[in-house]
């Protein structure tokens, strides 16, 4: 209320008379109410945009350990194959 009678009495001071500047205020006020986002509204999307990343950050850690896993399981492989082939060319000759 207190901005919408600060814009009156600006309007006024620039020449509207009083009852075209509350019109004109009230217009504008009701037009920009929908859509200006309160301090609520954005702590409540700070929450949920927080909540968001730390399901994404969840779920790429559990990613990273599957992939983890994945390399672990073939250097290990490969380690056994080199291992094996060594073993076979030591016994060859």
């Known amino acids: 209320m207190t901005d919408r009678l600060t814009l ?4 006024e001071e620039g020449g ?3 009852d075209a500047a509350e019109h ?3 217009e504008i006020f009701d037009a920009i109410h929908d859509n ?3 301090k609520s509204d954005l702590n409540a999307a700070e929450a ?3 909540n968001d990343l730390k399901a994404d950050i969840a779920a790429v850690r559990a990613e990273l350990v599957l992939v983890e896993h994945r390399f672990l399981t073939r ?3 490969m380690i056994v194959a080199a291992t094996g082939i060594l073993v076979a060319i030591h016994y060859l000759h």
Request: positive net charge.
């Open 8 to 11: 009156t009495r600006a309007l």
């Open 16 to 18: 509207i008379a009083r």
């Open 24 to 26: 004109i205020a009230t």
């Open 36 to 38: 200006v986002a309160t």
């Open 48 to 50: 949920g945009i927080r």
């Open 75 to 77: 250097l290990g492989s």
